[in-house]
Every structure is written in structure tokens, then in C-alpha cells.
């Protein structure tokens, strides 16, 4: 099936800040890279800003696309344990984008654009509202997976994969983990 002219568009804007950073994404160049006009390019998206948001739902959709194919079934039949382990195992081995931290990053000043972070990350790994340790547990292996993938995002030093296949599994070992005061 043939990718519709929005989706394009939305790919090639992605394309311009992997390359260039979210700062060189404008219209024309979203329009140009996308090979369309930016007439064409304005009726779907009339202004930079829903461009911008445009773009941050289809990166939190492809996120969300990545979750649930490692949940292997919908979040609404997930325990809060399986839905952190397959964003454990998204983050820690997932594909690692400029174009998300650029947006992430950006959203930190963009109420709209923090917003589709917020929505995908309040749904997988929702903050504890106990101080049971098995909930700690769930959100320090949320904290440190993030840590990981912004590593992986920034660094040029990598990991050793025995050492990131070291980390994931002791990421999924906290995520397993019941506080032994509790059986």
C-alpha cells in the first residue's frame, strides 16, 4: 500500500532533523525533501507548530507501534509488569532516533508537543501511586531504561554489547523483582 501524501511529508520532516536538526526543519524544507510544494505541504499542515505536533504523534505512534508488538497483545490486557518489561526491552534494544530526542527535547517548552509523550508514557509506565517497593522497582527500571536509550541517543562512547546485554537483563530482573517482606 502506498504511504499517503501526509505520512510523507511527516517522514521527510523526520528525515530533515535526523539530518539537520529540528531548528533546519522548516516548511520548505520538509516541503522539498518530501518532493511536494509548500502549498501542498500547507494543506495538510498550515503552519510549522502543526507540523511539529503532526510529527510528535506519528514518532509517539511508532513507539506505540514498537510496545505493543513486544507485549505481543493489546496494553489493555497487560499487567503493569509486562507492559515496563516490553518498554524495557523497546528502550534498552529499540532503534535509537536524533528525531525522538530532538522532539523530546522540545517538548520540554511545548505544552502541545509534551503532550503525546505524556499520553504514551502515562499509559506504559504510569508513576506509582504507592510507595510499595515493587512499584519503586517499576518506576527505577523506567528510570534507568530512559537513562540507557538517552545514552545510546548521545554518547559516542557505546556500550559493549555484554554490558547492554548485562543492563537489560537486570533491567527485567528489577521489573521481576517482589520486595521478600512481602511473601
Known sequence: MRPSQRTRILDAAIRVTERDGITALTLESAAEEAGVTKGGLMYHFRTRDELLVAIQRHLTDAWEAQLVAELGKPLAEASPQEAIEAYVRVGAHGPVSKADLAFMVE????PELAEAWDDLIGRWTPPPTSTDPHDIDLLLARL???GLW????TSMIPLSEPVRKALHDRLLKLVAARDADAG
Open 144 to 146: 534507568a531504561v530512559d
Open 150 to 153: 538517552l545514552w545510546r541517543a
Open 107 to 110: 517538548s520540554v517548552t511545548t
